[in-house]
């Protein structure tokens, strides 16, 4: 297993249980008790985990997983919303991106797009995730516009008031939004405060709001309020959401769409 794979590994396992022993990790990983040390020491250095003695704990209170250290958690689900997502674009609209993993999929399913080949342009996007923005640049048929700001390393999204004069001038048809949690009395919830504000100036620049969440992320909250449920149109997600759940959302008034 290269270095990289487990720390991806490792990270995981720590997000799911909040704290890990060397000879836990050790044995779950099938390396040594050395090796797993050494990896604790240089992800504590690079601040991604507590050490502790004989261990490692998560880091914060509410913890993030950098978006480079996600392994394919529910990605099924994730292309399957993607590509429903990307479905309710039309040719020749300007979508917003927010940044994530499940956004970053609706990215690629536009790039997939037999409709979407050509254009002046096929499709405008405008995204503060950096990732995004590279992956869709290639795209010559596609106009992509970054909104600036500071570069946030856990997400590569864009934050900060330098996106605000961007922002100001635009306005979009659809704004897709990925959330850490989305909740039918909460509303749609980020980690980060700075994230949380941006992608909130993304949707209210949309005509429409589009929220791509896996099942995981319905009903739960997290520190940085994002938009109500109320001002989103739409809500896709997968057949994992419970009927009680979809009831929710639609009684609030959102179209849910379950693939």
């Given at each position: 297993m290269?270095?990289?794979?487990?720390?991806?590994?490792?990270?995981?396992?720590?997000?799911?249980?909040?704290?890990?022993d060397?000879?836990?990790?050790?044995a779950?990983?099938?390396?040594?008790?050395?090796?797993i040390?050494?990896?604790?020491?240089?992800?504590?250095e690079?601040?991604?985990?507590?050490?502790?003695?004989?261990?490692?704990?998560?880091?914060?209170?509410?913890?993030?997983?950098?978006?480079?250290?996600?392994?394919?958690r529910?990605?099924?689900?994730?292309?399957?919303?993607?590509?429903?997502?990307?479905?309710?674009?039309?040719?020749?609209?300007?979508?917003?991106?927010?940044?994530?993993?499940?956004?970053?999929?609706?990215?690629r399913a536009?790039?997939?797009?037999?409709?979407?080949?050509?254009?002046?342009?096929?499709?405008?996007?405008?995204?503060?995730?950096?990732?995004?923005?590279?992956?869709?640049?290639?795209?010559?048929?596609?106009?992509?516009?970054?909104?600036?700001?500071?570069?946030?390393?856990?997400?590569?999204?864009?934050?900060?008031?330098?996106?605000?004069?961007?922002?100001?001038?635009?306005?979009?048809?659809?704004a897709?939004?990925?959330?850490?949690?989305?909740?039918?009395?909460?509303?749609a919830?980020?980690?980060?405060?700075?994230?949380?504000?941006?992608n909130?100036?993304?949707c209210?620049?949309?005509?429409r709001?589009?929220?791509?969440?896996?099942?995981?992320?319905?009903?739960?909250?997290?520190?940085?309020?994002?938009?109500?449920?109320d001002?989103?149109?739409?809500?896709v997600?997968d057949?994992?959401?419970?009927?009680?759940?979809?009831?929710?959302?639609?009684?609030?008034?959102?179209?849910?769409?379950?693939?």
């Amino acid at each position: 297993m290269s270095r990289d794979a487990r720390w991806k590994a490792l990270l995981e396992l720590l997000v799911e249980r909040g704290r890990l022993d060397v000879e836990e990790a050790a044995a779950e990983l099938a390396v040594s008790a050395a090796t797993i040390r050494r990896d604790f020491d240089q992800l504590a250095e690079q601040q991604m985990l507590v050490r502790t003695r004989g261990g490692a704990v998560v880091h914060g209170v509410s913890y993030e997983l950098p978006l480079r250290y996600k392994t394919a958690r529910h990605a099924s689900e994730k292309q399957r919303i993607a590509k429903a997502v990307a479905d309710l674009i039309a040719p020749g609209e300007a979508v917003g991106l927010t940044g994530g993993t499940t956004t970053t999929e609706v990215a690629r399913a536009l790039a997939v797009r037999s409709d979407l080949v050509s254009g002046t342009p096929a499709l405008t996007v405008v995204t503060n995730a950096l990732n995004i923005g590279n992956e869709l640049a290639v795209r010559p048929q596609f106009k992509i516009v970054l909104t600036g700001g500071v570069a946030r390393p856990q997400s590569y999204e864009l934050i900060g008031p330098l996106a605000d004069g961007v922002l100001s001038q635009i306005t979009l048809d659809v704004a897709v939004l990925g959330v850490v949690g989305f909740d039918a009395t909460h509303g749609a919830a980020a980690h980060d405060e700075a994230e949380a504000a941006i992608n909130r100036l993304l949707c209210e620049r949309a005509e429409r709001v589009v929220v791509a969440a896996d099942s995981s992320k319905l009903g739960r909250r997290a520190f940085a309020r994002i938009c109500a449920a109320d001002a989103v149109d739409t809500l896709v997600t997968d057949t994992a959401a419970t009927p009680d759940t979809v009831r929710r959302f639609e009684e609030a008034g959102l179209r849910v769409i379950v693939v």
